[in-house]
């Protein structure tokens, strides 16, 4: 059994999470933001990356045939999708993976369309390249969020290339049915649209909800998609820096691979090859006793929010992110809650759309969720 409860100190050793930002400005700030866990990784990661260094030296490196059955083992395994290795392309990251996808298909100027309140680079790649940012918001029914297609109709137009789909949502926590992706899908087919697909929190997914891969649901979304996914959030290595993008279409995928070349990025990082390999090949038992944990830990902020504050907020279907509705304060809390020793991500962060909310990030210690969760209580009561 893996012991979740454990707490290492993650000050003091330049974590982005908890040494950069208002942790500067704050003394002991329980930074619940940025979504990375205070989990270690899994014991057969840490052991592969040990064995690594220990050679000591770090030249450059190839990935091994292992790197590439790992994946395919483990997305057949894991999300009963088949994966051909020449699908696979390795990247960076999956933010750098959208911006390689906007390079390669579309042009300055066009309209790229994504679905807020929606994960804050998703806005920033698209303007910092010169493109158009196209909003298709997600309608709200009392926490719950679907897809607005009668909207998405209206908004399309001839400069309209890319959809980039967030899947699982991050922040409102939706794992997309089979049907709503289709019906995305079909939409997107018809405009001649290419569909990126954003999935690196597909496998925190808690049952009864299933992920489904973008191009799963139909052989017809082959030929127009792109699936960004990284070991990253599920094992705990976003800095090793590490990802794939799987692209059936081979035009597709050269024209992604050309931008790649061009920046000489095909060469990722040595450690996140090894982590990459081990998380896939022995991470099952592990990711599903983590699921469990972070499971309980959302009951938990839920019934304690509810008894106690006029918060609401749903048991996310997927992802380690609590999307927190505080709108019945009809006040911004968010520098109170800072002041009283907790950090969350702002609602606005994610379009405004998210205006009221607070994004909770879970994956920690019961211990200090409990602590959280008192500072938000405390913090509220004190407005009433």
């Known amino acids: 059994m893996i012991d979740f409860d454990k707490t290492l100190e993650r000050r003091g050793t330049n974590s982005y999470k908890w040494d950069y930002g208002y942790n500067e400005l704050y003394d002991n700030l329980l930074p619940l933001w940025v979504a990375d866990m205070d989990f270690e990784a899994p014991k057969e990661v840490i052991d592969a990356i040990k064995a690594r260094a220990k050679h000591g030296i770090y030249g450059y490196t190839f990935r091994p045939e292992g790197y590439y059955k790992s994946i395919i083992k483990w997305f057949d395994e894991i999300h009963n999708v088949k994966i051909k290795k020449d699908w696979i392309v390795p990247i960076p990251g999956v933010v750098p993976g959208i911006a390689f996808a906007i390079q390669a298909l579309t042009n300055p100027g066009d309209k790229i369309i994504i679905q807020p309140p929606v994960y804050r680079p998703f806005y920033e790649v698209i303007n910092n390249l010169g493109r158009r940012i196209s909003l298709n918001p997600l309608i709200e029914n009392n926490g719950y969020y679907k897809m607005d297609f009668e909207n998405l109709e209206k908004i399309i137009d001839n400069r309209t290339t890319m959809l980039i789909l967030c899947s699982p949502h991050n922040p409102v926590g ?73 692209i059936p279409n081979k035009f597709i995928r050269q024209k992604f691979e050309a931008v790649i070349n061009s920046q000489h990025l095909n060469l990722t ?90 994004r909770m990030n879970i994956a920690t210690s019961r211990k200090i969720i409990e602590k959280a969760v008192k500072i938000i209580i405390s913090s509220l009561n004190d407005l009433e």
């Open 174 to 246: 939706r794992v997309w049915k089979k049907t709503e992706l289709e019906k995305l899908g079909e939409i997107c087919l018809k405009h001649n649209i290419t569909v990126v697909s954003d999935e690196i929190h597909a496998d925190i997914v808690y049952s009864p909800n299933k992920h489904n891969m973008f191009f799963s649901v139909s052989d017809k979304f082959l030929n127009n998609s792109i699936v960004l996914t990284a070991p990253n959030k599920t094992f705990n290595i976003a800095g090793l820096q590490t990802g794939n993008a799987f």
């Open 269 to 358: 990082n040595i450690f996140g090859i090894v982590a990459t390999e081990a998380a896939y090949t022995y991470g099952k038992s592990w990711l599903n006793q983590l699921k469990k944990y972070l499971y309980d830990n959302a009951v938990y902020v839920k019934k304690a929010l509810e008894k106690n504050t006029n918060v609401r907020t749903l048991i996310p279907e997927g992802t380690f992110l609590m999307w927190l509705d505080l709108r019945k304060y009809n006040t911004d809390i968010h520098e109170k809650l800072l002041k009283n020793g907790l950090w969350l991500n702002q609602g606005k962060e994610f379009g405004k759309e998210g205006d009221g909310f607070e």
